[in-house]
């Protein structure tokens, strides 16, 4: 049973930080890559941050490239996202992707964690 589990989300005051957790089971984890993206009630989901497979190859949305940084850990079938200089835009949904166009291929995910950036 493929499961993500997203967990670290809450509340934090604007300037804050944050660090999501995403547990991976039921799947192949060190061959897939892994997301973060983000979703406001009634806009469309919108794709945050990805890490390949091997850790060593990461991508951002450019609104986030200087603040939030995406890592794995193969050995625990984790990956992070850890939020700095929070904004009240931030204020969304946050869902862990996994992902892989390797034979039958696969694209799972998380139940969503809600981050909330407010004073």
């Known amino acids: 049973q493929v499961q993500l589990v997203e967990s670290g989300g809450g509340l934090v005051e604007p300037g804050g930080s944050l660090k999501l957790s995403c547990a991976a089971s039921?799947?192949?984890?060190?061959?897939?890559?892994m997301r973060w993206y983000r979703q406001v009630t009634g806009k469309e989901r919108e794709f945050l941050a990805s890490i390949g497979s091997d850790s060593g190859s990461t991508m951002y949305k450019d609104f986030v490239k200087s603040r939030f940084i995406i890592s794995r850990d193969n050995a625990k079938n984790m990956v992070y996202l850890q939020m700095n200089s929070l904004k009240p835009e931030d204020t969304a949904v946050y869902y862990c992707?996994?992902?892989?166009?390797?034979?039958?291929?696969?694209?799972?995910w998380g139940q969503g964690t809600q981050v909330t950036v407010s004073s």
């Open positions: 039921g799947f192949t984890f060190i061959g897939a890559a």
């Open positions: 992707n996994a992902y892989s166009a390797i034979g039958k291929g696969f694209d799972y």
